[in-house]
């Protein structure tokens, strides 16, 4: 058997089912980055963010358990599109009582991964990040979702119109304004995007 | 027929969606022109710093999903 981290999704699923733990894990490990960003960008509140992460993975064991995942379908855009209906159902049920998004003194920097920088080059990237967070959250839902879904969760276009049931054109097309208004955003405030 | 590229186009060569063929013409046309090669730097520039900001959930919500598989 090829080692873990070798195996292909389709593969762990396999082994999972037949009651090796060590699969689920590696799966989590492999994409709880995009899942979780996809999540985070979307809600925009860490603690809901957490928690909708728990009850994807948890609605993932479950149908894994009970043999309902398909596999013809690739894992990813199958644990997304679990991921992006609880989002959904959250801001359906949150029409009552709106969403509480994460004050600016919260610092997204703390979930941030780790990797080895200087003062000098975190301070940089902090900034950048803020600014992107700060671009993302000017625009308007429908193009920021296809933002987050082609970058976060790392969807083609072609799986994203699917999972959206839109035509790619119009996945393309949001990108696209997504982009531009981005691009003004950046020129108005002066955002030095270049490393 | 020369096939203009548009905004869209650049769009998917960024992310290398475009098929063979149009990435062909979409490199050309980036390499000879400095207007379509300026708006491709400039979506390049915004996906470079997307891609970069990706987050990690808790430590206490991994340990809860594997305690739970």
Redesign the interface.
Known sequence: MAHIHLMDDKDLVNLYQKGDQRAISELVSRYKQRIYSTIYFLVRNRELAEDLFQDTFIKILTSLKNKHYSEQGKFLPWALRIAHNLVIDHFRKDKLMPLQHDSEEFSVFDVLPQKSRNAAEQMIYDEKIAHVRALLDQLPFEQREIVILRHYAGLSFKEISNMLNININTALGRMHYAILKMREMVQKQDINLRE | MIKTTT??DL??YA?N?SDLADSDRIQRSIDGDPLVKEAFQ??H??????????????E???L???A??
Do not use: M, V
């Not at chain 2, 520039?45 to 808790?58: A, H, R, V």
């Open positions: 905004q869209i769009l998917q992310y969606e400039e979506i520039q915004l996906t470079s710093i997307l891609n970069d900001g990706f987050l990690e959930p808790s206490k919500s991994i809860n999903i594997l739970k598989a």
